[in-house]
Nanobody
């Protein structure tokens, strides 16, 4: 089992940057693909970015491509999301999620494919 804890959210002005991190428990972090999702008030949770277990494959939602960068450190059991050029529409609770992929280096944007979820961290972008 994996436990995930997000940190690093906060309030930032439009055009600014934030980095959110996800700390994972357990000794098999490198067997999990990681994803970031977000949920704004009144909206469904949506995919933001994903990274494969080796970091060899990454995938981004069109809305964040070129502005956000997902990364991971398997030695430190962390996954990160660097967010630049933030817009008010990026305001949401950001969740990290883990999907066990011990035999392949795939990524997926499908929410249902992720087994473990963190509690979320609030990101607010003011205009």
């Amino acid at each position: 089992q994996v436990q995930l804890v997000e940190s690093g959210g906060g309030l930032v002005q439009a055009g600014g940057s934030l980095r959110v991190s996800c700390a994972a428990s357990g000794r098999t972090f490198s067997s999990y693909a990681m994803g970031w999702f977000r949920q704004a008030p009144g909206k469904e949770r949506e995919f933001v970015a994903a990274i494969s277990r080796s970091a060899g494959n990454v995938f981004y939602a069109d809305s964040v491509k070129g502005r956000f960068t997902i990364s991971r450190d398997n030695a430190a059991n962390t996954a990160n999301l660097q967010m630049n050029s933030l817009k008010p529409e990026d305001t949401a609770v950001y969740y990290c999620a883990a999907r066990r992929t011990p035999f392949d280096d795939s990524v997926t944007l499908a929410r249902r494919e992720y087994t473990y979820w963190g509690q979320g961290t609030q990101v607010t972008v003011s205009s």
